[in-house]
């Protein structure tokens, strides 16, 4: 069943779908271009447990029914905040040809709309950029940076 978020001027955004994967992929690869390609069909079942779990929102953005921009809202329940659920934005990506021409500001605006109508009373969201550009972007979305403190922290190498 396709979960339409907004529909307006040749513009749909929506929860993905089982059928979506090699486009989100795709993108995927402009987001992190030196990652290896998997073969042995993990992503694909990762896809589809990220597709079946309500909490999981892969959300994405069609232009001319071709999906040009996706963005991954993970809404976690809470026990503290009256037990009000928080969200993390993961993984926005906008097709490279198309960045600048306001589709970010779009799905972004979509994918915290799905946070506040899921009853979250924050969305979070990290990136790696030190791009004044980027950075940029997201204060537009109305992330503030100075916030919160964001600590990282990674698995031992294994060699």
């Not at 069943?1 to 993108?27: C, P, Q, W, Y």
């Not at 972007?137 to 698995?155: N, S, V």
Request: include cysteine; charge should be negative; aromatic fraction near 6%.
């Amino acid at each position: 069943m396709k979960t339409v978020l907004l529909s307006e001027n040749g513009v749909v955004i929506r929860l993905a779908l089982l059928d979506d994967f090699d486009a989100v992929m795709h993108l995927y690869r402009q987001l992190h271009p030196t990652d290896p390609v998997i073969c042995d069909g993990s992503d694909q079942r990762a896809f589809e447990r990220i597709i079946d779990d309500p909490l999981l929102n892969l959300v994405v953005l069609e232009r001319d029914a071709r999906i040009v921009a996706t963005t991954y809202l993970n809404i976690i329940p809470n026990l503290s905040r009256s037990a009000a659920p928080y969200a993390v934005i993961e993984n926005v990506v906008v097709d490279e040809s198309l960045r600048g021409t306001g589709i970010g500001k779009q799905i972004m605006a979509a994918t915290l709309e799905l946070a506040w109508t899921a009853g979250c009373y924050k969305t979070m969201l990290m990136t790696g950029s030190k791009r004044p550009s980027t950075l940029g972007f997201y204060r537009a979305c109305g992330f503030d940076q100075d916030a919160k403190t964001a600590f990282l922290a990674k698995p031992p190498a294994t060699d």
